[in-house]
């Protein structure tokens, strides 16, 4: 009775599963804060995402951790960078049985940290990363992407990436827009996940957890410039977001259930506070229910094996 009437749905096409590819090593290597997920290497890459696709999981966003970096992130570029190399083999591996997506994104291959290139006086150059940017969804593109996740919350970033796309032939290439993408306290365990190299923070280009208008003015403007889908970022502190998202928005709506959503459930119930199955399911319902269309969580395999 209780599944005849129910409102809301959670099916396995509706999660999306992040996964991180690393040069140089040659096992995968555990992310301490993040129980249970790895910096791949790519043959273990190939094998998750098999296993993904397998259990009906809608998607596959991934994430590139190079061996050196630079001031301006040449490795994201780079048809030989990892990142690059990793979607080369994903899509040899599953052509177009799942949706492959790209970070396009330049904070794992900077030396600083951001997700842009810095000026004179240490500050991020809005206008100098677009052109980085434009490159490097074209590479993405070119590499097998499906669809690109602009996430640096450059001004004007989903706009140089379709026409990039566009003037190199890349009609088909979708873009997930990081539209409203907060500066959260809950990316700690990402960090660690990328080695991040960050110094300082991203206050100046990341969304105020206080503003709700502004997210919706950003939503706007991406799917103005073209995105084809939008994402709320973090999901569970930003509920209401995506709600409001949901509502007004003319393309799907996406949110990513990030790293310290996932470190806080899996902390509880290692430690017998929550029953771990009903508190992940409850949380993707929840995701859901507010009005995401998908879902990126680190869950997306195993929570698709019980929804099945």
């Excluded at 290497?41 to 259990?55: H, M, Q």
């Excluded at 030396?111 to 000026?119: A, K, P, S, T």
Aim: aromatic fraction near 6%.
């Amino acid at each position: 009775m209780r599944r005849l009437v129910s409102e809301t749905t959670l099916r396995p096409r509706q999660l999306i599963l992040p996964l991180f590819v690393a040069e140089g090593i040659d096992q995968p290597r555990p992310i301490a804060s993040m129980p249970g997920v790895v910096q791949h290497t790519r043959d273990t890459l190939r094998k998750a995402a098999v296993d993904a696709v397998r259990a009906g999981v809608g998607g596959l966003m991934l994430f590139g951790i190079p061996a050196t970096r630079d001031a301006v992130g040449s490795g994201a570029i780079d048809e030989n960078g990892i990142l690059n190399v990793a979607l080369r083999d994903l899509r040899s591996e599953l052509g177009d049985d799942t949706v492959l997506m790209a970070d396009t994104c330049l904070d794992e291959f900077t030396d600083h940290g951001h997700c842009g290139v810095l000026d004179a006086d240490g500050n991020v150059d809005n206008d100098a990363t677009l052109k980085l940017y434009a490159e490097m969804g074209v590479a993405q593109a070119q590499a097998g992407a499906h669809m690109l996740g602009p996430s640096g919350m450059m001004d004007g970033q989903v706009g140089v990436i379709r026409q990039a796309l566009d003037d190199a032939g890349l009609t088909n290439t979708g873009i997930l827009a990081y539209s409203a993408k907060y500066a959260s306290a809950f990316y700690g365990p990402f960090r660690e996940a990328v080695d991040s190299q960050l110094k300082g923070d991203r206050k100046t280009y990341q969304q105020d957890p206080g503003n709700a208008r502004e997210a919706l003015r950003e939503i706007e403007l991406d799917v103005a410039e073209g995105a084809d889908a939008v994402m709320i970022k973090p999901a569970l502190s930003y509920l209401d977001i995506l709600r409001a998202a949901a509502e007004g928005s003319p393309v799907p709506v996406a949110a990513y259930n990030i790293s310290g959503e996932y470190a806080m459930v899996e902390a509880a119930a290692a430690n017998g506070w929550l029953d771990r199955e009903r508190t992940i399911l409850e949380v993707l319902t929840s995701i859901r229910r507010a009005g995401a269309d998908m879902i990126l969580t680190y869950w997306a395999t195993e929570a698709a094996a019980w929804l099945d």
